[in-house]
């Protein structure tokens, strides 16, 4: 007799056939992703004879404008961008403009191309270039990066509609399989021993017992983020996700673009120093963080500023500021806490889709959860492939008892 095709089975069938197309994907976006966790603290640590500096107690860092002059002196290079950080041990991240190169090469194309940059570590103390913050520990996480967002194809809209393709294939995969998880019958739901097996592995069983156990218990305990890191992967593939995403929350996405203006007072003015720029945010933002400063582009152009917290358990929230180039008057402030819940949710999408968003401790989560769900499409295959062979084997023996002696 021909068995009933319930809701289950549908389930199941869904779960399977969409992730057997997507599990090679799927295991790589995984395992990119687990190995791009901590990349900052790897670069750092790996690079340290670079990155680290001996901070002076007992002195203050040189003038900005005396370090942007020693490095465009020595990069030959306009200095567009300057990161100061939390840590008073870490060099300071000078960011060098290299259009001005090409232009005086006479190899900048007349099309519009998006600005090349080039990042160096500096000892603010000694005035000293520690180094290109352009190591082969960032290349390498660069490469991950890419790995994990576009598969490594060149073209960024092709790489991105398969990894943002497969990640919502993955959103319906925790769904389907927070279902397969529960009791099949919902009878046996009121039973706290019928939801046991679902929390835990016999390790003593046969191989194909634990791997199907690892499975679903693991799976189990990694559902919350590993939904969660799907549902905002597409964010970063997709326009009509990042906009859909927002909408669904009441929001639009975040804009980090200004179009204000500084005021220019008067002819010859000169804008203010960098040490000015930073006494300005700490006023505003009177705690200890990392500050990212953005010079001008033009004479109209303005600082912007973004500043946020790192540690074990904090907020990476970002705040930011825009400030007048020649008065040093607040534009724009953007508190992190003063936003809604939606629009802290979007504009922290990456922070929460890469596991930064509570510091140390939610990375050390994501982690462990990245590292099941890169099991996860190794094990699922393992089941299917497990299933088929027995059903083409018990194929196989009934057509030989079905052949007349």
Not at 86 to 95: H, L, R, V
Not at 233 to 242: D, I
Not at 375 to 380: A, F, Q
Request: aromatic share 12%; hydrophobic share 45%; with cysteine.
């Amino acid at each position: 007799m021909k068995k009933k095709y319930t809701f289950r089975k549908f389930v199941n069938d869904l779960h399977l056939w969409l992730g057997l197309p997507s599990a090679l994907v799927l295991f790589v976006m995984c395992l990119s992703g687990t190995i791009y966790v901590f990349q900052k603290e790897i670069t750092q640590w790996v690079d340290a004879g670079q990155y680290r500096i001996a901070p002076k107690t007992d002195q203050s860092h040189l003038e900005v404008a005396k370090l942007t002059r020693m490095v465009e002196a020595r990069k030959k290079a306009t200095v567009t961008a300057i990161q100061i950080p939390q840590q008073q041990d870490g060099s300071w991240t000078f960011t060098v403009s290299l259009d001005d190169q090409a232009t005086k090469a006479g190899t900048a194309d007349k099309a519009p191309k998006k600005e090349k940059t080039k990042s160096f570590w500096v000892d603010p103390y000694l005035g000293v270039i520690k180094g290109d913050a352009q190591t082969p520990a960032s290349e390498f996480f660069a490469t991950v990066l890419k790995m994990h967002r576009w598969l490594l194809i060149e073209n960024h809209d092709i790489g991105g509609a398969i990894t943002g393709s497969a990640a919502m294939m993955m959103i319906v995969l925790q769904l389907t399989g927070i279902v397969l998880w529960a009791p099949a019958k919902l009878k046996k739901w009121k039973h706290l021993s019928s939801w046991k097996d679902g929390f835990s592995v016999k390790w003593g069983a046969k191989f194909k017992r634990v791997n199907f156990d690892w499975h679903k218990a693991s799976g189990f305990y990694a559902f919350a983020l590993v939904t969660v890191m799907a549902v905002t992967g597409p964010y970063f593939a997709f326009k009509w996700y990042k906009t859909s995403f927002a909408a669904a929350l009441g929001t639009k996405p975040s804009n980090n673009e200004s179009n204000l203006a500084s005021t220019y007072p008067r002819a010859g003015a000169q804008p203010i120093s960098v040490e000015q720029v930073v006494s300005r945010v700490n006023q505003i933002y009177p705690y200890q963080g990392t500050i990212k400063i953005t010079f001008p582009k033009d004479s109209a152009g303005t600082f912007t500023i973004l500043k946020s917290r790192s540690g074990f358990f904090v907020s990476a929230g970002v705040d930011r500021l825009w400030l007048d180039q020649y008065s040093g008057q607040a534009l724009m402030v953007q508190r992190y806490a003063d936003k809604s819940l939606a629009d802290q949710v979007v504009s922290s999408a990456k922070f929460i889709h890469d596991g930064e968003i509570m510091g140390t401790f939610s990375k050390i989560l994501y982690f462990i959860a990245c590292l099941i769900a890169t099991s996860l499409p190794v094990t699922g295959f393992i089941i299917w492939w497990g299933k088929n062979k027995k059903a083409a084997k018990k194929s196989s023996t009934n057509a030989h008892s079905s052949i007349p002696a």
